[in-house]
């Protein structure tokens, strides 16, 4: 059988570490076939990836703070330069001040509810203007989100409103970007210890709960977020766009 993503050029932002849910992302890209590109910030996380990369052929390596247009506008130059165009793009990138994780969203500042906006909702709007003229044979962008955007998660807080934001400017891209062959989804993976997740206070009780309660009663694996991720870039999920796919064990079905 043919690989998923033979012949497909995919772009992955947010590897951090080997944790990273774009970190399993990659891997699967990678082993169903696809020419891959992936983004860095900083030099210490460059050092990573390439480390972590080293026995495998990626495309390219290249910078990008996702709120930094600049960045954005040579990532796409980049991205042209490869002589092809691109099919993929998975957003697996988000911020929030620690403090904002911790104390009573009454008291998130301005300035810390910007912050997480800016870094884990626009970044998905920015990510498209600059990627989608890439896509000149339609594509797939997939970002990450969490059932804490329409349900109340204890200290997930500021980061709640705005994976809440990051799902409607989703259902926006979408809807723009459809006559364009171009399908935007988000994967709301259940929660996973990660370096992201590990800011969120008392973050290992939500694994326990899940694990207790989850209609599969355990808590999800990383390799499944990355299998939908791979069914949505691939010709597989053509049908699917606007969409948010649970990868969560069934959670966010339970009211109690
Ligand atoms: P992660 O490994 O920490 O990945 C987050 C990535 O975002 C890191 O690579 C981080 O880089 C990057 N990032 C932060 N600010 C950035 C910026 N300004 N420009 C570019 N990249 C930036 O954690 P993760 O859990 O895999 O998170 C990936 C996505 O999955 C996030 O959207 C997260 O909200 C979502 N998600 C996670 C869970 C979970 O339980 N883990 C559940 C549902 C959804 P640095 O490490 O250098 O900051």
Known sequence: MAKLLEGKL???????????????????????GATLALTYLGERQRAAIEELFKDQNLAALLPCDVTKDEDLAALAESLRGLGRP??????SVAFANREDLAQPFVETSR?????????????????????????TQGGSLSTLTYLGSTRVVTNYNVMGVAKA?????????????????IRVNAISAGPVKTASARAVKDFSSILDVVATRAPLRR????AEVADTALFLASDLGRGVTGNILFVDAGMQILAF
Do not use: C
């Not at 995919?10 to 082993?31: D, E, H, M, P, T």
């Not at 934001?165 to 062959?181: D, N, V």
């Open 86 to 91: 691109l099919d993929a793009v998975v957003h």
């Open 10 to 32: 995919a772009l992955v932002l947010g590897v951090a570490n080997k944790w990273s849910l774009a970190y399993s992302i990659a891997q699967a890209f990678l082993r169903e």
């Open 219 to 222: 808590n999800t694996d990383p």
């Open 111 to 135: 300035e810390g509810f910007l912050l997480a906006q800016n870094v884990s909702a626009y970044s998905l709007v920015a990510v498209a203007r600059a990627t989608a003229p890439l896509m």
């Open 165 to 181: 934001s990051l799902e409607a400017a989703m259902r926006y891209l979408a809807s723009e970007l459809g006559p364009r062959k």
